[in-house]
């Protein structure tokens, strides 16, 4: 049982690259997340998925897509990386979108960096 | 809209010495509060949780007590060893449907380091 998993650890890019970050979770949870983890900022979404099939905004998703795959993978799009996208991304995985037991679990992160 | 202040950081302390870290919030209705802590190189994990007014979340020796008469959340701990060096984060998440989308609202983090 692996949890929630990330992929690539770290990446550097070039401003204007694009690249997918991609996610999998093992729990057979119905809602994922996508935050990016900034010094002094906290974690801020980005977007989510409530259930297969669906997606929607979060607080910072300019710049940003995403694709449930299917139930397990919820992956995010940087279409054009600018500098103001470095940062680390997490993506999370919940039973249920909201409630407070329906635990969010958190994977590794991605360390990106925009030159 | 829903918001969390923690207290910057970061904290530095002594084995064994006793911790406070401060967490105010402010939001609409009653949410439930969240102790989160991320240990270097690794996720997020759930330290502990109240959903109401007055309870008291717990885990590992830690403690927060959910206070809504002063919109706060503190966490603290007896005594902190070194392995309790991490960065923890205070979040809320407001009630589904409620136009928060169940989501969680962190504050900034308050870097703790514990020396031998």
């Known amino acids: 049982n692996a949890g929630v998993t990330q992929t690539p650890k770290f990446q550097v890019l070039k401003t204007g690259q694009s690249m997918t970050l991609q996610c999998a979770q093992d729990m057979n949870h119905n809602s994922m997340y996508w935050y990016r983890q900034d010094p002094g900022m906290g974690l801020r979404l980005i977007y989510y998925?409530?259930?297969?099939?669906?997606?929607d905004k979060g607080e910072v998703p300019n710049g940003y897509n995403v694709s449930r795959l299917n139930k397990r993978e919820f992956s995010l799009r940087l279409e054009s990386a600018a500098p103001s996208q470095t940062s680390v991304y997490f993506c999370?995985?919940?039973?249920?979108?909201?409630?407070?037991?329906?635990?969010?679990?958190f994977g590794p992160g991605t360390r990106l960096t925009v030159l | 809209g829903n918001s969390v202040t923690q207290m910057e950081g970061p904290v530095t302390l002594s084995e064994e010495a006793f911790l406070t870290i401060n967490c105010t919030y402010t939001a609409t209705g009653y949410p439930s509060l969240f102790w989160y802590v991320q240990y270097p190189g690794e996720g997020l994990q759930l330290l502990l949780k109240a959903t109401k007014a007055d309870d008291k979340g717990s885990n590992k020796g830690f403690e927060a007590t959910y206070r809504k008469e002063t919109t706060s959340f503190h966490l603290e701990k007896g005594s902190v060893q070194v392995s309790d060096s991490a960065v923890y984060f205070c979040a809320l998440q407001g009630l589904y449907g409620s136009g928060n989308t169940g989501k969680l609202i962190f504050g900034q983090g308050t870097t703790l380091q514990v020396k031998p």
């Open positions: 999370a995985s919940s039973e249920a979108p909201g409630g407070p037991y329906n635990e969010q679990f």
């Open positions: 998925s409530a259930s297969e099939g669906t997606t």
